[in-house]
């Protein structure tokens, strides 16, 4: 490994803080569901779903207010506002309660309840906007939120804000060359933000300029590759406009997923390894294996990002049946 010394997983031995956890996720290979594929890649997941608040959006939320810190934006009078599709706001609003700040989150509606009820637990004020409006709608009621309280009022626009790229560029991006030994050769990641897949190419591709980039958004709302926003079933991604932090240039290949492709992928991970994540894993994931069963991928590293814990989505189309399957169940009887 040539271009980076140092171990960026070290961690204290006992924190201070639940901030200072964040970071340092461990990888895994992925087994049975590529080899049922017929995948000849050597696909590996790099699993920010055992964040402390569960996932990799906790990343972002200690480096927008860590920074915001540095450059007075925000004192303990401020109200923090975001608008998110809910793992960042939950990010947020853990590192918010770690540092006693207040903090009033805007969601679309259609949001898993988990969602909604981590919000609440953790502190924060949570304002719901109709699920047709979408992101956009979202935002905007932020700002209105934000101009209301102004000036005691910061909004973080992870969109839009370099902190997000940055704490991937200085985090993630070290953190996978590391744990590779500087052997991936292609990145894998969902678009919500589009902080990660920029952050870490931009690290990765520093040292290895070879390394490919493959962004991952839902079929039904092509938008990176030029098409019409729409409506799916992936959440965390395919916000329905090209975010700012986006960096298409460092993009290589777009590949579309479906929502059913997500779920059954996300599934399959969780019954076949183990492996408990939500839907926009799950998409990751299902590029993945399209991608590592072409022959010119064989034997090459593809790492993938695992956004997130699998029990943030136990209302959504996911583990829905599951649910209804578990509450109907009823005792059996035991002689005693």
Excluded at 104 to 110: H, I, N, R
Excluded at 269 to 276: K, P, R, V
Aim: with cysteine; proline share 6%; aromatic share 4%.
């Amino acid at each position: 490994m040539s271009g980076y010394e140092g171990n960026p997983l070290s961690k204290p031995k006992i924190a201070d803080s639940i901030v200072d956890l964040i970071g340092g996720t461990p990888m895994v290979r992925l087994g049975k569901t590529g080899r049922d594929a017929g995948v000849v890649a050597d696909i590996v997941l790099k699993l920010e779903s055992m964040e402390p608040c569960s996932s990799v959006k906790d990343r972002i939320a200690k480096s927008m207010i860590e920074e915001a810190e540095k450059r007075g934006d925000i004192n303990s009078s401020t109200m923090l506002i975001e608008p998110t599709s809910g793992n960042t706001g939950i990010g947020l609003a853990m590192v918010a309660a770690a540092k006693g700040y207040k903090i009033t989150l805007v969601m679309p509606e259609q949001m898993s309840l988990e969602r909604r009820v981590m919000l609440k637990a953790l502190g924060a004020n949570l304002v719901l906007t109709p699920a047709a409006k979408g992101m956009k709608g979202c935002i905007a009621k932020a700002a209105q939120i934000a101009e209301s309280l102004k000036p005691n009022s910061f909004v973080f626009s992870q969109f839009s804000n370099p902190d997000n790229p940055k704490c991937h560029r200085e985090g993630t991006g070290p953190e996978i060359w590391y744990q590779t030994d500087g052997a991936i050769d292609i990145l894998i990641g969902g678009v919500g933000t589009g902080g990660t897949i920029t952050g870490v190419s931009q690290f990765v591709k520093g040292l290895k300029p070879e390394m490919k980039t493959i962004a991952v958004e839902p079929v039904e709302s092509p938008v990176l590759a030029g098409g019409a926003p729409g409506p799916h079933k992936i959440q965390g991604i395919g916000a329905g406009f090209v975010p700012d932090n986006c960096h298409l240039d460092l993009v290589d290949e777009i590949v579309p997923v479906s929502s059913d492709s997500s779920i059954e992928t996300a599934r399959s991970l969780a019954t076949s390894e183990g492996i408990f994540v939500g839907i926009s894993s799950g998409a990751a994931v299902s590029a993945a294996i399209k991608v590592g069963c072409r022959p010119e991928n064989a034997g090459k590293m593809i790492v993938v990002v695992i956004p997130s814990f699998g029990e943030r989505y136990l209302s959504t189309a996911l583990f829905a049946e599951l649910q209804k399957e578990a509450m109907a169940q009823t005792a059996e009887p035991v002689d005693l």
